[in-house]
């Protein structure tokens, strides 16, 4: 689905939700700026977003120091962009969260603070895959190196995409 520009509705408290643009990746988000802090991601948005290296100055600003309303993790959130569809639970950063899908537009949902824990892990990742390739790679061709991660890369993107 295309960057939604409707204003649309949090789905896990209900307020209206802020546009934020990422000049870095060109996309639009949405923040719950004044209900919970979450934010949603159209479709693939997410990806451009949750690794440490991409810049999302924008949305650290607009949530740092603020102070957002608890809500219930468990209920069912419904798709703010699909009316009344129920998101599905999707573990991420290794299983330490879960995540809110949206298994028609493929949009996804994060309550407040799970996208730096989502970033975290990614970093984590990144240098326990290099250990890993160690162990069965003579890595000491950076080159080498630099290749096997990104084949590794491209398979883990289309296990998920
Ligand atoms: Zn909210
Ligand atoms: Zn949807």
Known sequence: MADNKDVIKCPACGKE???????????????????????????????????????????INSIEGKTFESIDKNAVR???????????????ADGEIEIDVCNNCGGKFLDHGELLKIRESQGKNNNSIDKALESIYDLNDSKIKANKRRDFFIDIVHKYI
């Open 78 to 92: 419904y798709c703010p962009c699909c009316y009344e569809m129920p998101m599905t639970r999707m573990g991420a």
């Open 17 to 59: 939700m802020k546009k934020i643009f990422i000049q870095d990746s060109g996309i639009n988000i949405d923040i719950c700026i004044d209900g919970c802090g979450g934010i949603n991601f159209d479709n693939r948005e997410l990806e451009k977003c949750d690794e440490n290296h991409e810049k999302i100055d924008e949305i």
